[in-house]
């Protein structure tokens, strides 16, 4: 039972804004609950990334330029 509980909490992902840092509530609002800048994710992994990234800080997936 325990080993079961602690699968589905390492499932669980916790997204942080990549600006101020905080846990970003609800994962794929176009903005941080927070600071209120809009957020872009990476298409790979899913987390949020800057507007300026190049390449995902989290998965290292190359980013298109824009």
């Not at 809009?38 to 995902?56: N, W």
Request: include cysteine; glycine fraction near 6%; charged fraction near 30%.
């Amino acid at each position: 039972m325990a080993e079961k509980k602690m699968k589905n909490t390492a499932e669980k992902k916790e997204f942080h804004c990549p600006f101020c840092d905080e846990a970003v509530q609800e994962a794929k609002l176009p903005w941080c609950q927070s600071c209120g800048v809009k957020l872009t994710y990476c298409s790979e992994c899913g987390q949020p990334i800057g507007r300026d990234a190049s390449s995902c800080p989290h998965c290292g997936k190359k980013l298109a330029v824009k």
